[in-house]
T-cell receptor, first 113, second 113 residues
Framework: SQTIHQWPATLVQPVGSPLSLECTVE??????LYWYRQAAGRGLQLLFY??????ISSEVPQNLSASRPQDRQFILSSKKLLLSDSGFYLC????????????FGPGTRLTVL | AQSVTQLGSHVSVSEGALVLLRCNYS??????LFWYVQYPNQGLQLLLK??????LVKGINGFEAEFKKSETSFHLTKPSAHMSDAAEYFC???????????FGKGTKLTVNP
């Protein structure tokens, strides 16, 4: 069976510091991978998605970036965090078929102070 | 462009009462439709999905949803609410061939004893 991991689970960072969140999927190959952010009262916002190694699509211009160095690894980064980057970050994966489901990781709670 | 509207950001029911969470979508072609549930500080969990075939779809935890093409709706119901159903519920739509899901803003369900 497939599992998706995210770490860390919780993170408190000062404004201006760098960020690296990691997502790893087990039990499947060549998945589509996604990064979402939930900010209070704003629903689920798609940040980035990837259909293969090194292929990143950005949905929202911001100070965040994503990378996919390995087939089942997806990393969300920032060089300098802003207060507005606070939120709950969710990673998801999906097989490529048109009827398939997105499966979500447990999330990372980021607080920028 | 696809969009999803969830009527009511907060819904409150009594334990044992009917749960009805509304979802309407806009799409140029029949989409694939999903309901997810999110408990506090956790990732999203799939409740049910509609792709093709029978328009009444049964999911986990006693929930079901009916796809009504003429009304462009996919409302979620449960005959009798349980305290453990208290959570946030998200409706999502995916058009065939797209790698992305479009989410509604979510409905927070409160169950009163």
């Amino acid at each position: 069976s497939q599992t998706i991991h995210q770490w860390p689970a919780t993170l408190v960072q000062p404004v201006g510091s760098p960020l690296s969140l990691e997502c790893t999927v087990e039990g499947t190959s060549n998945p589509n991978l996604y990064w979402y952010r939930q900010a209070a009262g704003r629903g689920l916002q798609l940040l980035f998605y990837s259909v293969g190694i090194g292929q990143i699509s950005s949905e929202v211009p911001q100070n965040l970036s994503a990378s996919r160095p390995q087939d089942r690894q997806f990393i969300l980064s920032s060089k300098k965090l802003l207060l507005s980057d606070s939120g709950f970050y969710l990673c998801a994966w999906m097989r490529g078929s048109s009827t398939d489901t997105q499966y979500f990781g447990p999330g990372t709670r980021l607080t920028v102070l | 462009a696809q969009s999803v509207t969830q009527l009511g950001s907060h819904v409150s029911v009594s334990e044992g009462a009917l749960v009805l969470l509304r979802c309407n979508y806009s799409s140029s072609v029949p989409p694939y439709l999903f309901w997810y549930v999110q408990y506090p500080n956790q990732g999203l969990q799939l409740l049910l999905k509609y792709t093709t075939g029978a328009t009444l779809v049964k999911g986990i935890n006693g929930f079901e949803a009916e796809f009504k093409k003429s009304e462009t709706s996919f409302h979620l119901t449960k005959p009798s609410a349980h305290m453990s159903d208290a959570a946030e519920y998200f409706c999502a739509v995916r058009q065939g061939g797209s790698e992305k899901l479009v989410f509604g803003k979510g409905t927070k369900l409160t169950v009163n004893p």
